[in-house]
């Protein structure tokens, strides 16, 4: 059975928010997805601006939005759905660990024609989300304990990678965290087919350059 294509999701975490559409302007041609990583400072010891942020976006390539936030309501959901209708939204992604009711989130989300995504963290076994593996069209294995970019690769967690990929060959499989030339080899080897990138790309002056590095090693 054929792995899912490949994705570049590039997150902004460590973009240069004073020049945000030209930094994203930049690697649009080598980015799959553009990732919005949104924090609560509740679910992760951090804040980002919140769905208000998505007015600013100038782009066609489609958003994988990750929800670091403790119970999303609809209502907070739907504010990222509604913020800017010139952008098209991929996913929409939230944490096992923040969601009591994760089905009724899930399914919100997929009835507002968008893909549901379920992001569980490094020491959270896949267990977890083992009975809504059938709601989702992605799963995101965090590799670094989220709420910040730069951070270590965690590579103990490829082997949740490894276990999904085997229960779901043809699913989209996320990593998210330390991601870089080096450790994208390790991770598609696993099973990942899809590699958010921030400081890797956003902290190098050739960020086209970076991308490629990245394609490259994987090759
Ligand atoms: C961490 C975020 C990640 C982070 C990745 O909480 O979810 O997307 O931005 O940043 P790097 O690639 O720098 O580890």
Redesign the pocket.
């Known amino acids: 059975m054929k792995m899912p294509k490949l994705k570049i999701s590039a997150?902004i975490?460590?973009a240069d928010i004073d020049r945000l559409n030209d930094e994203m302007k930049e690697i649009e041609a080598y980015s799959d997805l553009f990732?919005v990583?949104v924090?609560d400072n509740k679910f992760?010891p951090?804040i980002t601006p919140q769905a208000e942020i998505l007015k600013k976006f100038d782009t066609k390539v489609p958003l994988d939005i990750?929800l670091?936030v403790q119970e999303p309501s609809e209502e907070y959901i739907k504010s990222f759905i509604d913020a800017n209708p010139n952008l098209k939204i991929n996913n929409i992604t939230v944490h096992q660990e923040a969601c009591s009711d994760l089905v009724k989130i899930l399914d919100f989300i997929r009835s507002n024609n968008i893909k549901p995504a379920v992001a569980i963290n490094p020491k959270t076994p896949l267990d977890a989300i083992k009975d809504v593996l059938d709601k989702v069209e992605m799963v995101v294995v965090?590799?670094?304990?989220?709420?910040?970019?730069?951070?270590k690769?965690i590579e103990s967690v490829l082997e949740k990678v490894k276990e999904l990929r085997k229960i779901k060959p043809e699913m989209d499989i996320e990593v998210?965290?330390?991601?870089?030339d080096k450790t994208a080899p390790l991770a598609v080897k696993a099973g990942a087919n899809v590699l958010?990138?921030?400081?890797?790309?956003?902290?190098n002056q050739d960020k086209v350059g970076a991308i490629k590095k990245i394609l490259n090693a994987i090759k």
């Open positions: 997150s975490l460590s990732q990583d924090m992760v951090n990750h670091m965090m590799t670094v304990e989220p709420g910040f970019s730069g951070q690769f998210d965290g330390g991601v870089n958010t990138v921030s400081s890797f790309i956003f902290k």
